[in-house]
């Protein structure tokens, strides 16, 4: 995502037509990106979160222009933008933390004039975009810590915690990335990810764009592939939303895969950026499910797949317990367990050091 | 699956069309058959064996009647055509047995004239399917003891062992088609099974059009409803084999449930006819797993939903080992661990009970 080049539009890569097709969509209006986000045009929770502070940004520098609509005070507007596309998807974490940050930002301001005004939302969420960048290489480089690092690795993913889900190298995909750029063997088996089939649709492409190995299976192959031969080195996944003792919400059979990684003894490591983690939700069963449209189950590739009105239930996340996870790596380190205090201590304490891994990332040659 | 009019062809219901059309389709051939088992068209492990043997005997009725094309004994050519279908697919059991019965019944008269050979294939075939619409309702009472019976139940299935898939009522939908029959509430959660669906094209559309409560879910979900308040009674499948220990394989995805079971508690009961049970395999890692064509993954809906030429790995089955495995029911009793001594007694045993149930089922009013 990014803004259009007089900084009043946002132009987001339309993620609903891919692999086929690359488009781009310039949207300038709150409904617009409100629609881009609820559709999943735009998706992947650290994304979701920058591309509503971009767009909140290029509509009020599109209203600060405008003199004649003033019926309104401008932080006001804002803060009503803000809070509509807030709502706009209920479980990942980013969205209500950007949105919240933005709207922190122009009350502490809300007498300036509109064009400093607009230009204060434009460099915060600038700064929202490119702390997120950074944050992604700090997770790669703490997560290669926990992989394999005198031999080429394999690790399985689930959805999309990639570049596509954020504003830098992913989350999930951070270390593969680093791995990659670093000339080491990596290959990512892919989950399809159904029912919108973000991990064959974009976690494939953005990884074969890159030059990294990948094969895909559907979410039921999962199981086999770590009875079989090729069992992979880890499981990597993103998060929605991290609660406060470390219950993870994330994509939708996130979940089997934790049991499945258990049985099999295969470590299961969630990497997300601090704005995942959540300390005002206590535990996984506080967090918003959000349930989808049956039509994205039954006729979600242009055939009808079900019978016609068929019941369907379609949560598009499930919370894995923290008792599964065996670590959840942020941009300020390595937690482990008991998150409920290694996440409270690296979130609120000073300098973000955590009472596992302190110092420097050791990341191998990013 | 039937013989046509003059039992000169056999009729299929093309299962690829499910739910948007219902076709029949009249084969008359051996590549014709062989097709059509292949490419899916007739699935599910005893209905495949049925649709083979009644297609044998179709062929030979119609070869009996060629005089002109008899370079070859008819006995041989049926012995060909049962050991070129016995191949189409190799994971099931039950076509392999199905085409080594009617291949042993030719042997034992292979002298006789040529209609009198083609009547008796024919009645060989028209058994196999009698005894499989039979062994479906013993498997279904059989299972009912094993489901509460003071209350409405709930179970999770996955692909499809119902009606379609076999000659009767099904297997595992066996005991939810009697329960209702007697008029009991049920009601059925069906995995939709990827890549081809067949539990939310299939599984669905049979309980739908028999009145029974269906809801569908993706394969990723079933974690998040046995983590839910309405977790399942029970976890009901089909097999495709069955191996001597008791190692079961059937659509891949069903080991990830077993695995998802047992972490809740869930039961988890496999239920087939005694002819999906080998023997002569004595482990899961003997099971020949058939790999599928990638593109049944990535372009399976009309549409492309992977990046061109992407790898794919796609096993079509998976081994669940027998330690997750609660019971195994057949058409004669219910089995349980060690599945080493009970299967080898019930099969080989004299009439066919089993040192765990004895006597006739109690199935609740069916």
């Given at each position: 995502v990014r803004l259009g080049p007089?900084?009043?539009?946002?132009?987001?890569?339309?993620q609903t037509a891919l692999p086929d097709r690359v488009e781009e969509r310039t949207l300038t209006t709150v409904e617009e990106i409100e629609e881009a986000i609820r559709s999943l045009r735009v998706r992947g929770a650290p994304l979701i979160g920058i591309?509503?502070?971009l767009g909140v940004a290029a509509i009020t520098r599109r209203a600060a222009a405008a003199t004649e609509d003033a019926s309104l005070p401008?932080?006001?507007?804002?803060?009503?933008?803000?809070?509509?596309?807030?709502?706009?998807?209920?479980?990942?974490?980013?969205?209500?933390?950007?949105?919240?940050?933005?709207?922190?930002?122009?009350?502490?301001?809300?007498?300036a004039p509109p064009g400093e005004l607009a230009e204060l939302v434009a460099a915060e969420a600038?700064?929202?975009?490119?702390?997120?960048?950074?944050?992604?290489?700090?997770?790669?480089?703490?997560?290669?810590?926990?992989?394999?690092?005198?031999?080429?690795?394999?690790?399985?993913?689930?959805?999309?915690?990639?570049?596509?889900?954020?504003?830098?190298?992913?989350t999930a995909l951070a270390p593969v990335y680093l791995a990659h750029e670093a000339g080491r063997a990596v290959h990512v088996f892919a989950d399809e990810t159904?029912?919108?089939?973000?991990?064959?649709?974009?976690?494939a492409w953005e990884l074969r764009r890159s030059g990294v190995e990948v094969t895909v299976l559907t979410d039921g192959m999962a199981g086999a592939l770590m009875a079989s031969s090729r069992v992979p080195d880890a499981v990597l996944v993103g998060a929605d939303r991290i609660a406060a003792n470390g219950d993870v919400a994330n994509k939708v059979g996130t979940y089997g895969l934790a049991v499945l990684a258990a049985h099999h003894g295969v470590p299961f490591y969630v990497l997300a950026p601090s704005t995942?983690?959540?300390?005002?939700?206590?535990?996984?069963?506080?967090?918003p499910i959000e349930l989808r449209d049956p039509s994205e189950v039954?006729?979600?590739?242009?055939?009808?797949?079900?019978?016609?009105?068929?019941?369907v239930w379609s949560p598009a996340f499930d919370v894995t317990p923290a008792a599964l996870v065996g670590a959840i790596v942020t941009e300020r380190g390595i937690h482990r367990p008991p998150y409920g205090d290694t996440l409270r201590e690296a979130m609120l304490g000073a300098g973000g050091t955590t009472g596992v891994t302190t110092g420097e990332p050791r990341g191998r040659d990013p």
């Open positions: 007089d900084g009043t539009s946002l132009i987001i890569l339309d591309a509503a502070a401008l932080a006001e507007r804002v803060t009503d933008w803000c809070r509509r596309l807030s709502g706009a998807r209920p479980t990942g974490a980013n969205l209500a933390w950007a949105m919240a940050r933005l709207e922190r930002a122009v009350r502490e301001r809300e007498a600038r700064a929202i975009h490119e702390e997120d960048r950074a944050m992604c290489r700090r997770i790669g480089e703490y997560a290669l810590e926990l992989l394999p690092d005198a031999r080429p690795f394999e690790i399985l993913t689930h959805c999309n915690a990639g570049a596509l889900a954020t504003g830098g190298i992913g159904r029912p919108l089939l973000q991990g064959s649709r974009l976690t995942t983690v959540d300390l005002d939700t206590p535990r996984g069963e506080d967090i039954t006729e979600g590739f242009g055939r009808t797949t079900a019978p016609r009105d068929v019941d």
